[in-house]
């Protein structure tokens, strides 16, 4: 029995007393649904900042794999006679490189790799190589494939090799499986010309063969699956400001994201802006791209939800007290609002009619992904963005009534821009509004009714970007979670008018972020999932389907409620409890309309170690308070949801909640 299984087991003492609890009641009337919960009520927000792409959920461990980067052989090492040419055979990525007999005894020509951030290979397991090479003299050439252990002490930095031969003069693609016998925390891979017959090599990629579903072009396995374990309703990709680009030209482009991944063009990041925590060599590859977010999509049963340029880069990035090139207006608009009905044909057309279904088709999904959400544009304020959402918005309508246009309230949660814009999408008549709050606790807290009065007409809230940042703290941190858990019971109650919510950012590398906190931390190796992810989880698998009405009564003054009916689950009732404060609370539950016994199914995040641990990426010195800490790479399973079931007899049920938790109550009829 662990800890928190004896916390719980104490907690059933019937007249169990403690010095400092104090009462709360929560009544329930169980004969009272309300609203609806939108299936997509909780979703996941992916963007590619903080490495969450190329060198994160993207399997891909080769940086720079077609020679596309400002300078060709960022990320390469080479050695003897290596020559960058241009005329490769995919016109958009036309880089490759020429591998010569360096002409000198014992000098090698070859070529290495060492990752995003560096690469780290599991022992066991099996990589796929591939190359696309020609012999350009035609004949027959040897290369020599190798993983390299950079930390070994022996004779051979070598771990596994292999030999491939090239033959003739067009170009073709290699395929090779390695496996390493151990785990290298520090690996590369090298590709070496044997002979003396020149190669041209071009496209080198390297995958774990064990990727999420096993596709080939596939995920990273572990972070593909923490994102499944959290049942999202929906996914928003590809972000954030990378929507935007900092240019309009580097802004997230779709159309270059999907066909051959061999000609898909590289794209400057706008995380590669500023000094601050800029990585120098953080570019996006659109390897990971629209068609393999849309099947992700499919595959952990999320709804898919597209944000595409507006016609306006990044306005942090630009001078937009005027116009000029970062926006699009007249005809150059025309372009973008193609781009998003050609985006809904690629993903709902029929592949006999129109070329970009056909695309979709061709690269293995004939069936249509069945769009029916699709974000236009991020963060924009101002005077241009509201006409030309509209100009987007008339031929949308018109030819896709049935797709639901959500728009932006602008990167505040209030103020003057916050309510002009929300005044201008009631008048464009969007479906959904966009808020975003990276906010403090004290925002998160009283936050809670800010939907309460809310009008229920008009357009719908997607809570589409959020996370608490503890004032002065921000990074991940146990409190800044209950702060959100908090938060989303107000989202909960108020469901009639909010139907989505997605935290944000998702993913950061350890070695590589530029924002925190965020939900689910790695490095090239390991995961980690933070307190926030275990809240979103909370909410997102206990989502029911209609709110109940709940009244908090008694010492309620730091405790949080919502309570919803499962009609998918034979109207099994769930309460959610946040005790923010630092007192336990013996809390009564009164649930009008159930009598007898019920099976009640607990869920508790808690922290119950007075020990601070580590952060996950802040020095473990630094952190002076249990709620200031997280889970880590080191240490990952520290704050995790515990589940005990007991039977009650309801309509009355008494329970001791620990300070500063998350209880989840599920009320079943026992069979
Ligand atoms: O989530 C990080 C960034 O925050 C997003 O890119 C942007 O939309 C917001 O400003």
């Known amino acids: 029995m662990n800890f928190q299984i004896l916390f719980y087991t104490l907690c059933f003492i019937a007249c169990f007393t403690h010095a400092e609890a104090q009462n709360v009641v929560l009544e329930i009337n169980t004969n009272k649904k309300g609203a609806e919960i939108a299936p997509t009520m909780y979703g996941v927000f992916f963007e590619d900042i903080n490495y969450g792409a190329d060198g994160g959920l993207y399997g891909e461990l080769i940086k720079n794999r077609s020679f596309e980067y400002p300078q060709p052989l960022m990320g390469w090492n080479t050695i003897g006679d290596v020559v960058v040419k241009d005329d490769g055979p995919f016109n958009r990525c036309p880089h490759y490189v020429r591998l010569s007999y360096s002409g000198k005894r014992d000098m090698a020509t070859g070529i290495e790799n060492r990752g995003f951030l560096g690469m780290s290979l599991l022992g066991g397991e099996q990589y796929r190589f591939t190359v696309w090479a020609r012999v350009p003299e035609d004949g027959e050439a040897q290369l020599n494939i190798g993983l390299r252990d950079l930390d070994s002490q022996e004779e051979n930095f070598t771990s596994c090799e292999t030999d491939i031969n090239v033959c003739g ?27 003396t017959v020149p190669v041209d090599v071009e496209h080198i990629s390297l995958f774990p063969v064990n990727t999420w579903h096993g596709h080939e072009n596939g995920l990273r396995k572990d972070l593909a699956q923490h994102l499944a374990n959290l049942k999202p309703g929906v996914m928003r990709f590809p972000g954030g400001c990378i929507v935007e680009g900092a240019t309009l030209d580097t802004r997230y482009n779709w159309k270059h994201s999907i066909g051959t991944v061999e000609n898909r063009p590289l794209n400057e990041t706008r995380w ?57 207006q007249g005809d150059s608009l025309k372009e973008f609002i193609q781009d998003a009905i050609d985006l809904i044909e690629f993903c709902n057309g ?45 031929p949308i309508r018109k030819l896709y009534p049935q797709i639901k246009i959500i728009g932006s309230s602008g990167p505040w949660p209030d103020g003057k821009e916050y309510d002009d814009l929300w005044a201008e999408m009631r008048r464009v008549g969007v479906d959904l509004v966009d808020e975003h709050f990276y906010k403090d606790e004290e925002f998160f807290l009283s936050g809670v009714n800010r939907y309460d009065n809310f009008p229920r007409k008009g357009p719908k809230v997607f809570a589409g970007e959020y996370a608490c940042h503890g004032t002065g703290k921000k990074w ?21 008018v909010v139907r989505m919510a997605t935290y944000a950012p998702l993913f950061a590398h350890i070695d590589g972020w530029q924002w925190r906190p965020d939900m689910i931390w790695f490095d090239n190796l390991r995961s980690v999932c933070t307190s926030s992810y275990y809240v979103q989880q909370l909410f997102s698998t206990n989502r029911g389907t209609h709110v109940l009405p709940i009244k908090v009564t ?15 689950d034979n109207d099994a009732v769930i309460v959610k409890m946040v005790n923010t404060g630092e007192k336990d609370t013996q809390t009564s539950i009164k649930l009008k309309g159930m009598s007898g016994e019920y099976t009640m199914i607990t869920t508790m995040l808690s922290v119950f170690d007075s020990t601070p641990l580590e952060n996950v990426n802040y020095g473990a010195d630094k952190v002076h308070s249990l709620l200031d800490c997280d889970n880590s790479l080191d240490n990952p399973m520290r704050i995790i949801p515990d589940t005990v079931e007991t039977k009650v007899m309801c309509p009355h049920v008494t329970i001791k909640i620990p300070a500063h938790s998350v209880a989840i109550f599920s009320f079943k009829v026992t069979d």
């Not at 693609?173 to 520090?186: A, F, G, M, N, S």
């Not at 953080?282 to 068609?291: C, I, V």
Request: charged share 25%.
């Open 169 to 195: 003069s067009e170009w073709s693609k290699y395929t090779v499986v390695l496996t390493t016998p151990y785990t290298i925390k520090k690996a590369s891979l090298t590709v070496f010309l044997k002979g």
């Open 272 to 328: 590669n802006y500023g000094k601050e925590r800029t990585h120098f060599d953080y570019y996006q590859s659109y390897g990971l791209g629209f068609f393999e977010f849309f099947q992700f999509c499919e595959e952990i049963g999320a709804e898919p939800l597209p944000v595409i340029s507006c016609g306006m880069a990044c306005q942090f990035n630009n001078d937009i007290t005027k116009k000029g090139s970062w926006l699009a």
């Open 350 to 394: 029929d592949p006999e009619k129109n070329e970009w279904a056909k695309i979709r088709a061709e690269m293995g999904h004939p069936t249509p992904f069945n769009l029916k959400y699709l974000g236009i544009g991020n963060e924009q304020w101002g005077e241009w963005y509201a006409p030309m959402l509209k100009a987007f918005m008339e």
């Open 476 to 496: 991940n941190r146990y409190y800044s979670a209950i702060c959100e858990a908090a938060f989303m019971t107000g989202l909960e109650r108020n469901a009639d």
């Open 554 to 568: 008694g010492n309620s003054e730091k405790i949080y409620a919502s309570a919803v009916a499962d009609k998918d």
